[in-house]
Structures are given as C-alpha cells and as structure tokens.
C-alpha cells in the first residue's frame, strides 16, 4: 500500500460546522489530489496540489478549500457543512504529473446530517 | 463536457474464465489511461496503466487494450478468481497535472 493516511476515517456532524479531514503521506509525493466519491457520479476531483502552498481546482470545487503547509500533508475544509457534501472523501498522491499513476488512500466517509 | 464511460455497469463471470471490462473515452486529446480496482471500504487500487502511443500493455494476469480510433479502453483478467470480484474504473488524463476522469466503474462478481 502507498504510505497515505486518511484521518478521521469516519464522521458525522451537523449542517453549518467546519469539517476539516487530513491526508497524510510518507512518500514525498509532490503531487496530491482530493475526490469525492458518489453514486451515480464516480470519482469527482475537488482540489489539488502541485507543490506546498501550490494548489488549484477540480471539477467539484465549490463550498470546499485546501491547505498545504508541508510537503505531507494535504488538508480539505468544508467551511460550512452541507447535506449535499455527505460523500466519501478520498485523498490520491502521484510522484508527477507526466504519465504516472495516482495512488489512493481508504478514504473518509462524511455524513452530514 | 467529455467524460469516460462503461459499457455495462456489471459483469459476472466464472471463476477460472477470463473477464473482460471495456470502457469508452470521448476526448481524443487524453494521452494516458489508467484501470483502477476498488474493493468494499477501500480506496481505488491502481491495476495498470497505457500511454497514448501504445496498444497493449500487459501485466501479471492483466492486460490492457487501447483502440485510439474508436476510442475504446479494455481490461482483461486471465483466469479470474475470487479475489477478482470488486468494482473496476478506468480513468483518463485530460490535461495537465493529472486532471484524471474516472469512468462510472462495473462491477465484477464470481461465480464458483
């Protein structure tokens, strides 16, 4: 298994809270990725990153923002939990951008009530 | 916008049979594919993978087929057994930094 950690594995919270879910790796990957997983919709990119404090958006970028402080870390914030942000949340890492495949950690699974 | 899709959702075979997984892309710019497996509870799992200018790549009991001019992805499993059974995706990149879009992904279930 690629070293990424997706911490908390599970939670469930209230419409309006801050949510924020950690993805952690110990491959010194530059690049990182955060999806949503529905059914029906299949994997959904929300943000990435290409380097620390280098990100950018996905397809899926609205109610959610990123950080990347440490090369390790890459953390996703939904600022305001919605209903419609109920997913499993999973975090990819990639040694680059050119041809190499993403790796994936077990995900998060995000209930909003 | 352009997407990748599945031919059929699910795909049920008998153990030691060879399965087949097909997949249809529709930008003709993507220049590199990607089959994931994804078990129950699990992230998806990176299976193999085929650049643009190739055909075939094969793998240990894997082999993935790209056809360019009709734009089709398969992924055959040699002598499927039971550990087989999970939901399978293709995915393709679009552009820069691994922009990958994921099919809707079918599910492979055997049969003793």
């Known amino acids: 298994d690629a070293g990424i950690t997706q911490s908390p594995r599970h939670k469930v919270t209230e419409t309006g809270t801050p949510v924020t879910l950690r993805c952690h790796q110990t491959?010194?990957?530059?690049?990182m990725y955060w999806y949503r997983q529905d059914p029906g919709h299949g994997l959904r990119l929300i943000h990435y990153s290409y380097g620390v404090k280098d990100t950018d958006k996905g397809e899926v970028s609205d109610g959610y923002s990123v950080s990347r402080s440490k090369t390790e870390d890459f953390l996703l914030t939904l600022e305001s939990a919605t209903s419609s942000q109920t997913s499993v949340y999973f975090c990819?890492?990639?040694?680059?951008?050119?041809?190499?495949?993403?790796?994936f950690g077990d995900g998060t699974r995000l209930s909003i009530l | 916008g352009e997407s990748v899709g599945l031919h059929l959702p699910t795909l049920s075979v008998q153990e030691g049979d060879n399965s087949i997984i097909n997949c249809a892309y529709s930008n003709s710019a993507s220049d590199y594919f990607i089959w994931y497996k994804q078990e129950s509870g699990k992230g998806p799992q990176f299976i193999i993978d085929?650049?643009?200018?190739?055909d075939k790549r094969q793998g240990q009991r894997v082999t993935v087929l790209l056809n360019k001019t009709v734009k089709h992805l398969s992924l055959q499993i040699a002598a499927t057994q039971p550990g087989d059974s999970a939901v399978y995706f293709c995915?393709?990149?679009?552009?820069?930094?691994?922009?990958?879009?994921f099919g809707q992904g079918t599910r492979l279930t055997i049969n003793p």
């Open positions: 995915a393709e990149n679009i552009g820069g930094a691994q922009k990958l879009v």
């Open positions: 085929i650049r643009s200018n190739m």
């Open positions: 491959e010194n990957h530059r690049y």
């Open positions: 990819a890492i990639s040694l680059s951008r050119d041809n190499q495949p993403q790796h």
